[in-house]
């Protein structure tokens, strides 16, 4: 069943424009935005939302911006966004801070916005891209978590929670 979901948003995911400022706003207006000190936020595909905006803005804010690097064994760190010549681009084609780049510490991570292909009406469960690896560092993270949501990615479907899937904290979703 997630498969066949996750299928059905990634067609949907292509196609959907990227003018999305009133849910930046509201992640921007948000009471978790506003007390952290310390972000973590992936860097998008093109058929994600951009997230590019999302660090802008924290950076302009004086905000601490992180973005993950995955590592064998489903693993994957948080370190310190300097700027976008710093990265380089992984096997799944998507950018990550090099080698150099400084890790920080779960602990002193306020807030992750965790990125998603669907979310449920119901209970803030969310199909992610399949390799497990926000659920497997989600599973003792104790900060805030979001999710920013297009209107299309909120089903009524149910499907199979496996015992790994973490739920998000709050969904942000797109007005229509």
Same mark, same amino acid.
């Given at each position: 069943?997630?498969?066949?979901?996750?299928?059905? $948003?990634?067609?949907?995911?292509?196609?959907?424009? @990227?003018?999305?400022?009133? #849910?930046?706003?509201?992640?921007?207006? +948000?009471? =978790?935005?506003? &007390? &952290?000190?310390?972000?973590?936020?992936? $860097?998008?595909?093109?058929?994600?939302?951009?997230?590019? /905006?999302?660090?802008? *803005?924290?950076?302009?804010?004086?905000?601490?911006?992180?973005?993950? !690097?995955?590592? /064998?064994?489903?693993?994957? =760190?948080?370190?310190?966004?300097?700027?976008?010549? @710093?990265?380089?681009? @992984?096997?799944?084609?998507?950018?990550? /801070?090099?080698?150099? &780049?400084?890790?920080?510490?779960?602990? *002193?991570?306020?807030?992750?916005?965790?990125?998603?292909?669907?979310? @449920?009406?119901?209970?803030? %469960?969310?199909?992610?891209?399949?390799?497990?690896?926000?659920?497997?560092?989600? +599973?003792?993270?104790?900060? !805030?978590?979001? +999710?920013?949501?297009?209107?299309? %990615? #909120?089903?009524?479907?149910?499907? *199979?929670?496996?015992?790994?899937?973490? /739920?998000? %904290?709050?969904?942000?979703?797109?007005? =229509?």
């Amino acid at each position: 069943m997630k498969n066949e979901i996750r299928q059905q $948003m990634f067609e949907l995911m292509k196609n959907a424009g @990227s003018n999305h400022g009133k #849910l930046y706003q509201q992640l921007f207006n +948000s009471s =978790e935005w506003q &007390a &952290a000190k310390i972000i973590a936020v992936t $860097m998008s595909t093109n058929m994600e939302l951009d997230t590019m /905006p999302i660090i802008e *803005k924290g950076l302009s804010e004086g905000k601490t911006m992180l973005i993950p !690097k995955t590592f /064998p064994h489903h693993k994957m =760190e948080f370190f310190e966004f300097e700027n976008l010549e @710093s990265l380089i681009l @992984s096997n799944f084609g998507i950018l990550e /801070p090099n080698d150099n &780049a400084k890790v920080i510490a779960k602990n *002193k991570i306020d807030l992750i916005i965790v990125p998603g292909v669907a979310f @449920s009406k119901n209970n803030n %469960q969310r199909i992610g891209y399949g390799g497990g690896f926000y659920d497997r560092y989600l +599973s003792d993270y104790l900060g !805030k978590t979001i +999710s920013l949501v297009r209107h299309f %990615q #909120l089903i009524d479907s149910e499907w *199979k929670l496996e015992i790994t899937d973490i /739920p998000i %904290q709050r969904l942000i979703i797109e007005v =229509e």
